[in-house]
């Protein structure tokens, strides 16, 4: 029966042209099992399911680990973000990572996840705009050395300026409390987004906060296509998602 299961997997089964070891198949277990049956073999899917795995067929996700972008500095830009990191830190200044959730909208829409509950909770069919009642951005603030999130909800549009107002409130409510020493702030961040390294209305919108906080103000971008190794999005959020 082995060899006529592989025989079934051999027509329904792509791989990758770079690596002649990985293949998938895109049969369920319920349609292995039809093909079995036209072969004279009854079987269940459980059987199916020890076939499958007997020969290294293993139910898997797709992964997103091939980086694009390389850039020759990559490396030398993170040794510099994590010697950064601890200086600030070995002197008491606080380190922060910053970065804006995608808009969500507002309504009764449907979230990922599950809660429990006396009875069954209805959503939308579909997730128009033009059902929703408003919108919000998350923006979000991770403090590296005491673990603790702050997020603030605009309502309007994902700008410099809305970066830089929620970076004043995180500083006046959170910041200047625990660090009241502090000299120097240094924040981690991609560099797209409201935050882009290119755009001069960003570091222009922070000096004026800088100036307004009476706070040096240090900005450590990650390289291109490297925006998951910012702590806060695997700090805040990921657990961010379920809130909203």
Same mark, same amino acid.
């Given at each position: 029966m082995d060899q006529d299961f592989l025989d079934i997997l051999q027509q329904h089964t792509a791989g990758n042209p770079m690596n002649s070891s990985i293949r998938w198949t895109y049969l369920k277990p319920r349609e292995i099992v039809s093909e079995l049956l036209k072969k004279g073999y009854s079987v269940s899917r459980n059987i199916v399911r020890y076939l499958l795995k007997k020969h290294e067929y293993v139910k898997r996700k797709a992964q997103k680990n091939i980086t694009m972008g390389g850039h020759p500095d990559r490396n030398a830009q993170f040794e510099n973000i994590t010697q950064l990191k601890q200086d600030y830190l070995d002197a008491g200044n606080p380190v922060i990572s910053m970065d804006t959730k995608k808009k969500e909208l507002l309504g009764t829409f449907y979230r990922n996840g599950s809660l429990y !509950?006396? #009875? #069954?909770?209805? !959503?939308? *069919?579909? *997730?128009?705009? %033009? %059902? #929703? !009642?408003g919108s919000v951005i998350p923006h979000g603030f991770y403090d590296l050395k005491r673990n603790t999130r702050y997020i603030t909800l605009g309502t309007s549009h994902d700008t410099s300026e809305f970066a830089? *107002?929620?970076?004043?409130?995180?500083?006046?409510?959170e910041g200047i409390i625990h660090y009241p020493k502090a000299k120097s702030l240094l924040i981690l961040c991609d560099g797209g987004g409201s935050n882009s390294s290119r755009h001069y209305i960003f570091k222009e919108d922070l000096q004026k906060t800088a100036n307004a906080l009476g706070l040096e103000i240090r900005i450590a971008h990650y390289p291109p296509y490297t925006s998951k190794y910012n702590p806060i999005e695997h700090r805040f959020f990921s657990s961010c998602d379920s809130c909203l």
């Amino acid at each position: 029966m082995d060899q006529d299961f592989l025989d079934i997997l051999q027509q329904h089964t792509a791989g990758n042209p770079m690596n002649s070891s990985i293949r998938w198949t895109y049969l369920k277990p319920r349609e292995i099992v039809s093909e079995l049956l036209k072969k004279g073999y009854s079987v269940s899917r459980n059987i199916v399911r020890y076939l499958l795995k007997k020969h290294e067929y293993v139910k898997r996700k797709a992964q997103k680990n091939i980086t694009m972008g390389g850039h020759p500095d990559r490396n030398a830009q993170f040794e510099n973000i994590t010697q950064l990191k601890q200086d600030y830190l070995d002197a008491g200044n606080p380190v922060i990572s910053m970065d804006t959730k995608k808009k969500e909208l507002l309504g009764t829409f449907y979230r990922n996840g599950s809660l429990y !509950t006396q #009875a #069954a909770i209805q !959503t939308n *069919d579909h *997730d128009f705009p %033009s %059902s #929703a !009642t408003g919108s919000v951005i998350p923006h979000g603030f991770y403090d590296l050395k005491r673990n603790t999130r702050y997020i603030t909800l605009g309502t309007s549009h994902d700008t410099s300026e809305f970066a830089c *107002d929620s970076l004043f409130q995180w500083w006046v409510s959170e910041g200047i409390i625990h660090y009241p020493k502090a000299k120097s702030l240094l924040i981690l961040c991609d560099g797209g987004g409201s935050n882009s390294s290119r755009h001069y209305i960003f570091k222009e919108d922070l000096q004026k906060t800088a100036n307004a906080l009476g706070l040096e103000i240090r900005i450590a971008h990650y390289p291109p296509y490297t925006s998951k190794y910012n702590p806060i999005e695997h700090r805040f959020f990921s657990s961010c998602d379920s809130c909203l």
